[in-house]
């Protein structure tokens, strides 16, 4: 493809808008809705996020990982401990979520700080997983340097000959999840003319006669 052609690809986004009054009172109560729309869109996997994350000296990387719980305490996903995102995130817990629903012309985009799950919630999801998965975590050094892809299926030979085919597959050491707990979260509905809609909830603090607290304010963005 000429640098032409790649400049010509555009689309006009024509699917609707969003207004203040669309929005629920807080921000995960609106992702849950979304969510529910791209589910229902029938979008290839609605729950895919893009997790990015930095080293310690700031050194920025991104991917691809499937969410897989929400509540009002924030964003689950799973992963390695041991893997680039889980070594810069828990080196450095700022980081970014990016929910692109390309389908529906809307993202969102969610900012906040990364904390690990206790061993008991890793444990409780580990158990729902695929044998074959719960398999791949043991055989994965996930991120790190492996000399050829029959080494990675001579690792899951080995974690298959290991644990046989019944019974329980334990939790690898080095296997867990992160919470990401918001601190912003914006809703993006792409609109005609590149003047698309761009709401953001922000976490403020507050104080009143029982003392300090949080609120979630709204603010609209420049597209």
Do not use: I
Request: hydrophobic share 35%; with cysteine.
């Amino acid at each position: 493809m000429s640098d032409r052609e790649l400049a010509d690809l555009r689309r006009e986004y024509a699917a609707g808008g969003l207004d203040e009054e669309d929005l629920s009172t807080d921000p995960v109560t609106m992702f849950r809705r979304w969510l529910g729309d791209a589910t229902a869109a029938g979008l290839h996997e609605p729950n895919a996020m893009v997790v990015a994350s930095a080293s310690p000296d700031g050194t920025p990387s991104a991917r691809l990982v499937l969410l897989k719980g929400l509540d009002d305490r924030g964003f689950v996903f799973y992963t390695n401990y041991a893997s680039r995102k889980g070594a810069e995130l828990t080196g450095n817990p700022a980081c970014a979520l990016l929910f692109p629903w390309h389908d529906l012309e809307r993202q969102v985009r969610v900012d906040g700080s990364a904390t690990r799950l206790t061993a008991e919630e890793n444990a409780g999801y580990f158990d729902t997983r695929p044998r074959g998965s719960q398999l791949g975590a043991w055989a994965s050094p996930q991120s790190r340097v492996v000399g050829s892809r029959a080494e990675l299926d001579e690792r899951y030979g080995a974690a298959a000959e290991r644990f046989g085919t019944d019974g329980d597959v334990p939790l690898p050491p080095e296997w867990g999840g992160f919470r990401v707990a918001p601190e912003a979260v914006e809703f993006w509905q792409g609109r005609r003319g590149r003047m698309h809609d761009r709401l953001r909830y922000r976490r403020v603090s507050t104080s009143s006669a029982t003392g300090p607290g949080q609120r979630w304010a709204v603010e609209r963005l420049a597209p």
